[in-house]
């Protein structure tokens, strides 16, 4: 399997969703948008580009994909705005309507294709909504914009602004005079997706928020087929494997690549040595995480705890946090004459965990915890316990 991986394709979870998303009831919070969330590594992205979107084109929307993780250094505001302006420069009937609308059409023939898209954005001559008012009236399509870990919008100024942006896009957009705009958002933390819909400010209030379904034994079915070892996998042992390992497929295609070049491997040991590969695999993943929360000093560990245990709670610097933040040290076998708790002290703490990528912070100063398996593996090793 040097060439393309091959992929399990799920058109009927995908049908499903897109004709959700595209029916509106009445009264419904959908128009704003919905929220898939699924832990890391399960098949998101790869659903949403290969599934989801082909669903989304089959039922006749015009679909604008927006992966805000694909460049971390490029602004999540940007990013938004950058694949707008691509779904723009593809419909010359489009690019023809801005012109005119920003006084072009008085220039020269052909003026009118000279339209400078970089004129589109937050803040510029025109806006979002402009923008994609003209590409629905122009297409007279419904259209689906995907932003792929959406809770990146909200770690920057222009990404706030962005979905600022987008939520008056939607609301003329949705009106009677066109043709519909939905926002579908993917993200692996249902914190930090909550962040964008959770308070009446933000642009997506109310929308929903879906589990997102995992791979299932179908997919199991279809990887037992395809594994091309040299002896056979069986779907119901590989199954629980699999939910064993967080569904995550990279662990089954890793231990497949590791034993199809043992040649010691036969029918007989075979299976035996798939499921261990498997299950080495997932706690070498965790043991890279336990091994940084282990190595924290106690100050950021606890601050970890703290947060991990008070979720969409937690407010660092209050003194009920702070009065926590002491027990934790004394659950933890440290005395306050070790380690002082204090304001700059827990700030000093939330910088370190985030440089090393254990929380995540929005624009505002909210914080949460960058991934479950972190919350995982300190409730496992008991250090949530009386937080
Ligand atoms: N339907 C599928 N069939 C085969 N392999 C898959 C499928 N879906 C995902 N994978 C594999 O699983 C891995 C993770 O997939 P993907 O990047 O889509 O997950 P994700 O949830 O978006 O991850 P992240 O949290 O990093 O964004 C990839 O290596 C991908 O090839
Ligand atoms: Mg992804």
Redesign the pocket.
């Known amino acids: 399997m040097a060439h393309a991986?091959?992929?399990?394709?799920?058109p009927t979870l995908a049908e499903k969703i897109a004709k959700q998303v595209l029916t509106v009831a009445v009264g419904s919070a959908a128009s704003s948008g919905v929220f898939l969330a699924?832990p890391?590594?399960?098949?998101?992205?790869?659903?949403v580009r290969?599934d989801l979107r082909p669903a989304f084109e089959r039922a006749g929307a015009l679909v604008v994909y927006a992966d805000l993780?694909a460049n971390p250094t490029t602004d999540p505001g940007a990013v938004v705005v950058t694949a707008i302006r691509a779904a723009l420069a593809t419909k010359a009937g489009v690019v023809m309507r801005l012109a005119k609308a920003s006084g072009l059409s008085k220039v020269a023939i052909g003026g009118a294709m000279n339209f400078d898209l970089d004129r589109v954005g937050v803040g510029k001559d025109v806006s979002l909504t402009e923008a994609l008012v003209a590409l629905s009236d122009e297409t007279r399509q419904v259209i689906v914009l995907i932003i792929d870990?959406a809770q990146h919008a909200i770690t920057t100024d222009a990404g706030v602004a962005a979905l600022f942006a987008l939520k008056a896009a939607r609301d003329e957009l949705n009106s009677s005079h066109h043709h519909g705009l939905r926002v579908v958002c993917t993200g692996?933390n249902r914190d930090k997706l909550a962040m964008l819909r959770n308070s009446k400010d933000q642009a997506f209030y109310g929308s929903p928020m879906v589990n997102f379904p995992m791979?299932g034994k179908d997919?199991i079915e279809w990887f037992c087929q395809k594994a091309e070892l040299s002896f056979p996998l069986s779907p119901e042992k590989i199954w629980p494997l699999f939910v064993e390992a967080g569904y995550?497929?990279?662990l089954l295609?890793s231990a497949a690549d590791a034993l199809r070049f043992n040649f010691e491997v036969g029918a007989d040991n075979g299976p035996d040595l798939f499921e261990s590969e498997v299950r080495q695999l997932a706690s070498e993943i965790n043991q890279v995480q336990r091994k940084a929360i282990h190595s924290l000093t106690p100050i950021q560990q606890v601050v970890l705890r703290v947060m991990a245990a008070n979720r969409d709670n937690y407010a660092p610097f209050e003194a009920t946090t702070m009065a926590l933040y002491r027990r934790g040290l004394r659950s933890a076998g440290e005395t306050e004459d070790d380690v002082r708790i204090d304001v700059p002290g827990v700030q000093q703490a939330l910088l370190a965990l985030q440089e090393k990528k254990l929380i995540w912070r929005a624009a505002r100063g909210v914080y949460a915890i960058e991934e479950q398996t972190v919350t995982d593996i300190l409730s496992a090793d008991g250090l949530l316990n009386g937080l």
Do not use: D, N, Q, V
Request: no cysteine.
């Open positions: 991986p091959e992929l399990f394709h799920r699924a890391r590594r399960t098949g998101k992205s790869t659903f290969e993780w870990e692996s791979l997919f995550r497929p990279e295609g």
